[in-house]
């Protein structure tokens, strides 16, 4: 791990495979590193592992997937690394939510319909706050209502007395309860209407501004991440291939499959221009991939990418630039 003390989490060469006949190998040898209070933005197509890094990251990975490979290190304000797949039992349970949390895709999903939003709160702080009194875990569930804008006597209501937007808010509010350092968001605003998502996604940067939680916010759409992120990480067939500062990704992609994403959505304050997809599909992640994996949906091959696989490199922007691309990797290479 760096010795850089901003360095909250740090992921190191992570590998997930879902077993089968043909394993598929679903995230491939990823690392990066959240620094605190940033928000980190992971993107790409459906499919290209983003979930599974989530969930890898979060230790929630089910059969059947399973790591192969990497380490996940958190340290904590007081400079105690922890090494999270080395965690079991006891201290894996102390460890979620209290320093890293997660907010998950659907939020009728994440809640329990049957059961009161209250109630779902009581139940986190009866696990982990073992010490609290009644009234003090129905006060603290009411000001983390309030903290997300929803009124706290709405405690009493269940998920299906609230409108799509408002679940969102209260799973958020969940994942904030013990005040975790790390917080994972996999498309916290799938399936929310442009309004509402603009509102989620303001709550979120005024809460991480207020409490200075660090964020991994995961989503196919990159052109929300380049409003929101600090910095942005390009995943595809289970990698990154490119890793850089939001800021000026927009107009300086440097890997061809972040260029095709870019030309795949509207620049709604700049000049109309044709909007592009990116041709073809992705590969099989079933298969070994000896070359790049963009190579075959990509408008700027040349002989290096079928045969030999790229490493993610330095670009030497001065900014932790980085792209896995034959483009910048080979001396004197050319299409």
Excluded at 139 to 156: K, T, W
Excluded at 164 to 174: N, S, T
Aim: proline fraction near 6%.
């Amino acid at each position: 791990m760096s010795a850089d003390a901003d360095v909250v989490l740090s992921v190191e060469h992570l590998s997930v495979e879902y077993a089968g006949e043909r394993p598929t190998r679903a995230v491939r040898d990823v690392s990066f590193q959240l620094r605190r209070g940033e928000l980190l933005g992971v993107a790409g197509e459906s499919g290209c592992g983003k979930s599974t890094l989530a969930y890898a990251i979060s230790r929630m990975l089910k059969p059947p997937a399973r790591l192969t490979g990497g380490r996940v290190l958190h340290r904590s304000r007081d400079g105690v690394e922890t090494d999270l797949l080395a965690l079991e039992g006891e201290q894996l349970r102390a460890f979620r939510w209290s320093r890293q949390s997660m907010v998950f895709q659907s939020a009728m999903n994440a809640l329990n319909p049957v059961t009161t939003v209250g109630r779902q709160f009581d139940d986190i702080f009866r696990a982990h706050r073992t010490g609290w009194t009644a009234e003090r875990r129905r006060r603290r569930a009411g000001e983390l209502l309030e903290l997300v804008g929803i009124d706290p006597a709405r405690i009493r209501s269940f998920p299906h007395e609230l409108s799509g937007g408002m679940r969102q808010r209260v799973v958020i509010a969940m994942a904030l309860a013990l005040e975790p350092e790390i917080v994972i968001m996999d498309e916290p605003t799938t399936a929310l209407d442009v309004v509402v998502q603009r509102e989620i996604l303001d709550e979120v940067e005024r809460l991480r501004e207020q409490l200075g939680f660090s964020v991994v916010f995961i989503t196919h759409d990159l052109g929300l991440l380049l409003e929101i992120s600090d910095r942005l990480a390009v995943m595809y067939a289970g990698e990154f291939v490119e890793y850089a500062p939001a800021e000026g990704l927009a107009g300086s992609a440097a890997h061809p499959y972040t260029q095709g994403l870019l030309r795949s959505f509207p620049d709604l304050a700049g000049v109309r221009r044709e909007l592009r997809g990116i041709p073809g599909t992705p590969p099989d992640l079933r298969e070994q991939l000896p070359g790049c994996p963009f190579a075959a949906r990509c408008d700027q091959v040349f002989d290096p990418c079928a045969g030999q696989h790229p490493a993610l490199l330095d670009l030497d922007r001065g900014t932790g630039w980085s792209a896995a691309c034959h483009l910048h990797g080979l001396q004197g290479a050319t299409p």
